[in-house]
């Protein structure tokens, strides 16, 4: 069931939010010892949750009875924060944090926390994927990501600082809203670097990713129809400058904006390719740099930190501030650009992961591909929808410009219904 | 009558959209050649748009039938934008700008454009400001910030680059709100510094403010009541660090942290001089950087741009990569400074400006306090209320987190309400 159709049945009492919170609960029974996607479930904060809600006479929000996972780098009042580090103890967060917050003032049931990978960085829970136990679910938003590809809750809230929900999204197959930075408040969420780091959250669909974001950053006028019969332009970036993108995922995209241009859509080969280049090394330095600073208490034990988070750590710590300098000149620069780009088209398509989820949960993939707009702090929705001959997951990414995120909506809800289900044809590199 | 009143009597009927239209227009026709806020009254325009509000049947937007003027940097279809340079033409934007269409979508009642400085730089319009027709009303956002001041509408949008609302707010006796960098979309909206332009409006009161940030940007979940109970904690910044600040105006801030503090506030002195300077600077290197690029051809008929604007631009092409990488590089260190300093506090206080609005209407005072706030995009409201011995408005500005604007909303109403009315003591060194 959708989140929107979990929402009207809520609103016409066909369900209560204290069955959608046992259905949840039942859900993670039955699947939890496959996919592990869970730190904590508060079951019995969720139905006191439920039960409070029924209780209350009065306006309901617009998530009213909708169960929700919390990555566990979100502070959820009651509950211990870990950040998948053994560094965090046991003692639970005093507040919910702001995001947690404003869930809950839209009626939403908070049913726990999910897994993330170190700290949001590459060192894995023991989140399996959904579609494939063997193959990685992606990382850090992990656990949020395999939960909702799952069936077990319509939604879940997940970070980004490279390509921290993106990713998991499209190995798992959900939908996934990237917020554009600054977007919403980030006060009690355990960050990695404070001029990349973002919220978004993940739901089945695109429809449902809409659905959320008019519930929790929606402006109330009404609704604009003034663009929707302007032809939709759309950049198309096919991500290889930036690493081996799999025959399948140029195969996923190649459908997507054939069946575009065959509704009237217009599309056009994206050319800066230097230009994503330079941004994404620009983020791998800005990142690390910053998260030197933010994490550097935790390098004092170095011994409990992963090797590959210390990598990191002392990459930054060991950067010249000219490097820095530099890569944020680059970010700067290159905002000029892509703002020029964008003003003659509506968003850029391209693949949300270099292929599908590859095999083994020792690893998570690689973020690179979503490392030169997360430089931007654009808004970024990755459209499931399809698979390939192995039924893994294929995600594409839709990236827009902030304050437009209605308009990148309907352009992402329409190519999300263009995708035919039937798994690509297998290729002979693979 | 204030926004809200207003907006009331709209609902019950008491008056009409019409009627608002045409007081506001009558309000013009009696202060204009004092105040000389507008570029382009579209009278005409603005009663075809109220009438069609009391035809339509349907739900009414939270903004539905209030006047709104519209600075000149800001396309609204079917009227030039002039950017008050000579530069521009008179050929009429063909489209609105999302902004524009987002308060139309909203109900609200376009009455035309107001007077900006150069490209949102110093050189001055017509305006004068309404409290003294001697003094400047401040700029970039002159107009806007005149016209609200002097009663004659009760909202207009500005926007916001260095101190070009906060400062125009602070002088006219405005309530001005500086949205966070990238919440709204810039689209249709001419710009000077990409890292630094933001959006922003003025009303009569901070709650007026709040009410139109509710209406065009409000999460739609229940109002948080959660953090009203918790004490305010503010950090008083005296901003002598920046420039020579009036007494008149250390006494404005004296008054809103004694109130404060007799209210059960927490008020801690700021003690981060250095970082607050350092921030002011790398802001004015940005922006002639990035501006020099942004405003490129206009630098090939230099005659027809002011000096001081041809001096922006001519520093911006000659400053090196590096200067400008390095100011970038403060901005991102400084950040997570401040962002520590907040989590523990709720806001910053300091004085909007360096004092009341200087005499003449050749120049428009000076940005500086506004600088460092603008380069971390952080969300700023200016509180009116008192007023020096000669009657003119001194102005405070409040600085929070971005997605934390309810609280700050909260804590700059709580001030506004305990500033005394009657004018502050003459001091000797006037």
Redesign the interface.
């Known amino acids: 069931m959708s989140l929107r159709e979990l929402s009207a049945a809520l609103r016409t009492g066909e369900t209560t939010p204290s069955s959608a919170v046992e259905i949840a609960l039942a859900c993670i029974a039955e699947t939890e010892a496959d996919i592990r996607a869970w730190v904590h479930v508060d079951a019995e904060a969720a139905r006191a949750a439920a039960r409070e809600l029924e209780l209350v006479d009065g306006?309901r929000?617009?998530?009213w009875g909708i169960p929700v996972g919390i990555k566990d780098l979100i502070d959820v009042s009651g509950l211990p924060t870990r950040c998948g580090s053994s560094l965090r103890g046991a003692e639970p967060a005093q507040d919910d944090a702001?995001c947690v917050?404003?869930l809950r003032?839209?009626?939403a049931v908070i049913i726990g926390k999910t897994v993330t990978t170190e700290f949001g960085y590459f060192k894995p829970g023991p989140t399996r994927n959904p579609a494939n136990l063997q193959h990685t679910p992606g990382g850090s938003s992990s656990g949020s990501a395999a939960a909702v590809a799952a069936g077990v809750i319509p939604l879940a809230l997940g970070t980004q600082t490279a390509g921290s929900l993106t990713r998991p999204a499209s190995f798992c197959g959900a939908a996934g809203f990237v917020a554009?930075?600054?977007?919403?408040?980030?006060?009690g969420v355990t960050g990695l670097s404070?001029?990349l780091d973002t919220l978004g959250f993940l739901a089945h669909s695109v429809a449902d990713l809409h659905f959320v974001w008019?519930?929790?950053?929606?402006?109330?006028?009404?609704?604009?129809g003034?663009d929707s019969d302007k032809p939709t332009r759309v950049l198309l970036w096919n991500g290889s400058g930036l690493g081996d993108v799999s025959t399948e995922m140029a195969c996923a995209l190649e459908q997507a904006a054939t069946n575009l241009g065959s509704t009237g859509g217009h599309v056009t080969e994206w050319s800066e390719h230097d230009l994503i280049k330079q941004l994404a090394e620009a983020h791998a330095d800005?990142m690390a740099y910053?998260a030197a600073?933010?994490r550097a208490a935790e390098l004092d034990r170095p011994e409990e930190l992963s090797g590959q988070l210390r990598e990191l750590l002392t990459t930054g710590l060991r950067m010249t501030?000219?490097k820095?300098?530099?890569a944020?000149?680059t970010v700067?620069?290159s905002?000029?650009i892509v703002?020029a780009l964008l003003?003659s088209v509506d968003a850029v398509l391209g693949p949300a992961a270099l292929g599908a989820a590859p095999a083994g949960i020792e690893a998570t993939g690689s973020p690179v591909l979503s490392r030169p707009w997360q430089a931007l702090?654009f808004p970024v929705i990755t459209i499931p929808g399809l698979r390939d001959a192995d039924r893994m997951p294929l995600g594409l990414q839709l990236i827009g410009?902030?304050?437009?995120e209605d308009r990148l909506f309907s352009i992402a809800t329409k190519i999300e219904s263009s995708l035919t289900p039937t798994p690509l044809p297998t290729f002979s590199n693979r």
Chains 1, 2 share one sequence.
């Open positions: 306006p929000g617009p998530l702001d917050r404003l003032e839209a009626g554009p930075i600054g977007t919403f408040s980030l006060h404070h001029s008019n519930a929790l950053a929606k402006r109330p006028g009404r609704d604009s003034s800005v910053e600073r933010e501030e000219k820095y300098e530099a944020l000149q700067a620069s905002r000029r703002l003003d702090g410009l902030p304050g437009r």
